[in-house]
């Protein structure tokens, strides 16, 4: 735009009045006009603001409340002060511990029955016979018991007692025995399974041990933020009632905070009984009826670190305690069958026996010692052996299905246990967001509801989501915990 249109733009806005120009040389009508003789309109002067007299935002309500809740929680009768004592209960104390050595013993004893059949075997008897028909007639014709055979008697130089008293020693040495042989080896990988169970049982030992404690330490900081939240929803009641006092709020809103209060109580009652639930099963876990709980200032972080430790992480999932347990009672129930089979076979034994008789005159002679041997032949038992080797079979495809499970199981145990820890990571992140969103919100409400802009329907809600939000961080961190152990010994064998 150029000037002329421009000037005659300003000209016409003059004449219309809709743009005014102050007073000064370069406008010589608007002096004209004011220099104008006439009456005058004096203009009002506009009041200067004092800074000082802008009304301030009154300082934030402070209230001092009191309740018998606020009290913090009971303590436990018995504290642990570290993972090593925690162990040393768990030993002592664990039935699970106590029951899985005791199959340790029970193996131990079936290995040695088995032995015992390869070794030789002496037995000795005592007795005492009297002819009641013919006293004197006690050594003829084999008085002694039929081991005699009758060839004992006055004619043989040897004059028994009529109290006719019988000792007889016998050995046997088994020479050939595939049945026992086998048995044996199936007896010492027996205890090699039991030996594996115990592993096994010791490692769920320390998962549920750690699981007892993450569950404690998380009750016991849900019980302080239970009291946290009812000391806030407490001084929000305190809030509205002053307000109602001074005549600026209304009965509905004391009542809606007291509802929220009520909540608060609520809560914290709750959180105590899942806190002495939660103690009770760590007690449970360490073998003793009674609550226990972690000392003052134990970090769960320490106790952690114990229990990683004790146990150490594995090179394969093969390697884990209960696969092997399982492939080992496969071995088991596969040598099952061939100690069945050769039951079928014939058995040698070499024997020894000696008898000794209570002679007059004199003490005892020794008039017989045999040795020979013994072959027996199994011809036939009725069918016990085949109802044995077909029960043998059915154990052992039941072995095999148990491994084939397990190593599945295993593997979806161990994936869903890493893949756990990223999830609880993620949600612990967004809980942790959700709850600095939820302490601003309900800041902003509490404010709004003290200077009188807000209403007590969104101080209420605005505190329900705070105690959510923080109720769910502390849940959020107890699942962290209990996904980082449970993925730290999923893959992990524990000796102690």
Not at 402 to 431: F, G, M
């Amino acid at each position: 735009m150029n000037a002329l249109p421009f000037a005659a733009l300003l000209a016409q806005l003059g004449a219309s009045g809709v743009v005014s120009a102050q007073p000064g040389p370069e406008h010589p009508q608007a002096v004209a006009q004011d220099t104008a003789p006439g009456p005058r309109a004096t203009p009002t002067p506009q009041p200067t603001q004092d800074p000082q007299d802008v009304p301030e935002v009154p300082p934030p309500f402070e209230a001092n409340v009191s309740d018998p809740l606020l009290a913090p929680a009971s303590t436990a009768p018995l504290q642990l002060t570290s993972w090593n004592q925690a162990l040393t209960l768990l030993r002592q104390r664990s039935t699970d511990l106590q029951a899985a050595l005791g199959q340790i013993e029970v193996a131990a004893g079936t290995w040695r029955i088995a032995l015992a059949n390869l070794l030789p075997s002496v037995t000795g008897t005592l007795g005492a016979q009297y002819n009641v028909l013919n006293p004197s007639l006690v050594a003829i014709g084999g008085g002694a018991g039929g081991g005699l055979g009758g060839g004992v008697g006055t004619g043989g130089g040897i004059t028994p007692t009529e109290l006719l008293g019988v000792g007889t020693i016998a050995a046997s040495v088994p020479l050939v025995d595939l049945a026992s042989l086998y048995a044996l080896g199936s007896a010492k990988e027996n205890r090699r399974t039991a030996a594996l169970s115990l592993a096994e049982t010791r490692r769920q030992l320390t998962r549920g041990l750690a699981q007892a404690l993450v569950s404690v330490s998380s009750t016991e900081r849900l019980a302080e933020v239970n009291r946290v939240n009812l000391r806030t929803a407490l001084e929000r009641l305190a809030l509205a009632q002053r307000r109602f006092e001074l005549g600026a709020g209304t009965r509905l809103d004391v009542v809606r905070v007291e509802q929220d209060a009520q909540a608060a109580r609520r809560n914290v009652v709750t959180g105590d009984e899942d806190l002495r639930q939660a103690r009770e099963s760590l007690g449970l876990a360490l073998g003793t009826p009674s609550a226990v709980g972690l000392a003052k200032g134990l970090e769960l972080n320490t106790l952690l670190q114990g229990a990683s430790q004790t146990c150490h992480p594995l090179q394969s999932l093969e390697r884990r305690a209960d696969i092997a347990a399982a492939r080992s009672r496969l071995v088991v129930a596969e040598r099952a069958i061939g100690e069945v089979k050769r039951q079928y076979a014939p058995t040698l034994d070499l024997t020894s026996n000696t008898t000794a008789l209570t002679v007059n005159p004199g003490f005892a002679e020794v008039p017989i010692w045999n040795i020979g041997a013994s072959l027996v032949l199994p011809f036939w038992d009725g069918g016990a052996r085949e109802g044995r080797l077909r029960q043998t079979r059915g154990q052992l495809e039941q072995a095999r299905a148990d491994v084939v499970a397990r190593e599945r199981n295993v593997v979806v145990e161990v994936t869903q246990a890493k893949r756990a820890v990223q999830v609880s990571q993620e949600t612990r992140a967004l809980a942790d967001r959700e709850l600095n969103l939820a302490k601003e919100n309900d800041r902003l409400s509490r404010r709004a509801f003290e200077v009188g802009t807000g209403t007590s329907l969104e101080l209420v809600d605005a505190a329900g989501a705070l105690r959510q939000a923080e109720l769910a961080l502390v849940i959020r961190d107890f699942q962290l915990r209990q996904a980082q152990v449970d993925a730290f010994l999923s893959e992990a064998a524990c000796e102690w």
